[in-house]
């Protein structure tokens, strides 16, 4: 996944010290209630799109950003479903981050399956009981999207 301009420009400041940052999540369910997903061409794993919050932009914006430029569909976003803190991250470079990651459920409004950029190997829709293995975390961004509730999860 590249790296964006900003992160690059602070990472030659401070190195690999730990950086908080926000990323965005989309699960997009179609009207079959199958979840899009898309197979990393970093790890070579299966994900919901997702991203980093550049300086000074709106996550909904972001996130709408992020699954055209990974999948080639544009959605609208319906709803926040979830605001988790995850576990610092090492970077194989050595590079410490820290993700605040906001999930949003979207439905798709328009666009074209499409792997053909440098972040995606593959890209598909996937019924509820044929997900492939995936981390327990996207999985249960997946079941926060799925479900009713009108508040988005958060740990208490």
């Known amino acids: 996944m590249p790296v964006p ?16 940052l926000v990323g965005v999540t ?8 199958r979840v899009l997903l898309h197979r990393r061409a970093d790890d070579g794993r299966w994900a919901t799109p997702g991203g980093i919050l550049e300086p000074g932009e709106q996550p909904a914006v972001a996130v709408v950003r992020e699954v055209e430029e990974e999948t080639g569909l544009v ?4 709803r926040l479903v979830s605001v988790l803190g995850q576990d610092p991250y090492v970077y194989p470079n050595g590079d410490r981050v820290q993700f605040l990651d906001l999930a949003f459920r979207c439905r798709p409004v328009g666009g074209a399956l499409d792997a053909g950029g440098d ?7 996937f019924a509820p009981g ?15 999207a799925r479900e009713a509730r009108p508040e988005p999860f958060y740990v208490r």
């Open 75 to 78: 959605v609208e976003v319906e």
């Open 5 to 20: 301009e900003f992160l690059r420009e602070l990472r030659d400041q401070i190195g690999p010290a730990l950086v908080p």
């Open 119 to 125: 972040e995606t190997l593959e890209v598909g829709w």
């Open 26 to 33: 989309a699960v997009v369910l179609d009207e079959d209630d």
């Open 130 to 144: 044929g997900l492939p293995a995936m981390s327990e975390r996207i999985l249960d961004r997946i079941a926060y």
